[in-house]
């Protein structure tokens, strides 16, 4: 799975180096993009057989969007193509730094630094595409943090064996566990 994920943020790298005057394409690449993470997140959680992470993406990723819907309602900024007042948060930029940030907190930064990547794209697309100011699209990441840091917690494999290491200005520390 994690070659899935890999795969995915480097296709979201790559479509990031294409030319600027491809912004239509760069654009739908990143709501594409915006839409699969918390898809690739909750397949993950699932893949693990891990129903508390599931509902843990699916909370995280509704509040995230929900506060993002709800700001739009009472912040009126002008988008940069002038379009319309509902810049400010990116609805998009939500979608794909909720389940990044999921990832990141639940199972570690080999999950989290990929999805990075991906939802960085995403808001990268949207302030190419003048639909967002970059503080809209970091306003949404900050929304994200907030409530991964408030619902999600850290993955416990149910049972098996688990290992960590440590250090601290103290020593290193090393421990095995086995759950039954």
Sequence with gaps: MKTWISAFAL??????TMPAQ?????????TGTAIALPLVAGGIALWKDDWTGA????????????TSLALKQFVREQRPDHSDFKSFPSNTS???????????????????????????????????AKQHHWWDVMASAAISIGYNEIFTTRYRPPNGF???????????FVSANYRW
């Design 162 to 172: 688990t290992s960590n290491l440590s250090a601290n200005p103290d020593g290193i």
């Design 55 to 66: 509902a843990q993406v699916t909370l995280s990723t509704a509040l995230t969007l929900g």
């Design 11 to 16: 296709a979201g790298l790559l479509c990031a």
């Design 22 to 30: 491809a912004s239509s394409t760069i654009e739908t690449a990143g």
């Design 94 to 128: 939500a979608i794909a730094f909720a389940p990044a940030q999921f990832l990141w907190q639940r199972y570690g930064w080999e999950y989290g630094l990929p999805a990075y990547a991906a939802a960085t794209f995403v808001g990268w697309s949207r302030v190419d």
